[in-house]
């Protein structure tokens, strides 16, 4: 089966622009998260959702991040304006549900200047 | 809530040594426990989990873990590394009924060596 899809692989920006990152879950998944990994740290959960609703956002800091999985498949998570302390991977997953692995996309590299 | 410490950031090894790279954990309920492995430029991948049943679980690329619920334990081990187990081991755990929300440890970084 194919993997979670996650673009772009890289990006650079300046801070205070925005950014867009994209997921693609495997095909059933009806659960998605989105985490962020710092340099030398493991990975922080921001946000889950089930379908298209929402599970756990609370370590989502909603004053510049947003996210939203349109007809419960694809994914989009948004930072606008960006802060240096945004520089991160970002790490899509998807799963069929509790208690079941979570599969990782590769990840976006994210670099603020 | 719940918490995870790997004690080791780096574990240096001689390649056919064996190792062990610890975690554990802090919770008030019941958890279920994973070790998953991230490769250079890579995302995570699934090494073993722990939800009920024996405390001693096998999994991919002939690591194994053993939970100890007492001591709030989960050390990963393999009786004999290969070169090609260079990277960052990650110990995460989830609440039991909790939607599988994992939380990390900070990870291990295994280098071995030939």
């Known amino acids: 089966e194919a993997g979670v899809a996650q673009s772009p692989r890289y990006k650079i920006i300046e801070k205070r622009q925005s950014v867009a990152f994209w997921c693609n879950p495997i095909?059933?998944?009806?659960?998605l998260y989105w985490y962020q990994q710092i340099l030398g740290q493991g990975p922080k959960l921001l946000i889950q959702?089930?379908?298209?609703?929402?599970?756990?956002d609370s370590q989502l800091p909603k004053d510049r991040f947003s996210a939203e999985r349109l007809k419960g498949v694809d994914s989009t998570l948004k930072i606008q304006p960006a802060k240096l302390e945004d520089s991160a991977v970002y790490l899509c997953?998807?799963?069929?549900?509790?208690?079941?692995?979570?599969?990782f996309g590769d990840g976006t590299r994210l670099s603020i200047l | 809530a719940q918490s995870v410490t790997q004690l080791d950031s780096q574990v240096p090894v001689f390649e056919e040594a064996p190792v062990e790279l610890r975690c554990n954990y802090s919770?008030?309920?019941?958890?279920?426990l994973f070790w998953y492995v991230q490769y250079p430029n890579q995302g995570l991948q699934l090494l073993l989990k722990?939800?009920?049943?024996?405390?001693l679980v096998k999994g991919i690329n002939g690591f194994e873990a053993e939970f100890n619920k007492s001591q709030t334990s989960f050390h990963l081990r393999k009786p004999s590394v290969h070169i090609s187990d260079t990277a960052e081991y990650f110990c995460a755990v989830s609440a039991v009924n909790a939607g599988n929300m994992l939380t990390f440890g900070g990870g291990t970084r295994l280098m071995v060596k030939p």
């Open positions: 919770s008030s309920v019941s958890v279920y």
């Open positions: 722990y939800l009920s049943g024996s405390t």
């Open positions: 997953a998807s799963g069929t549900g509790p208690n079941q692995p979570q599969h």
């Open positions: 095909s059933g998944h009806a659960t």
């Open positions: 959702f089930q379908n298209n609703g929402v599970v756990d």
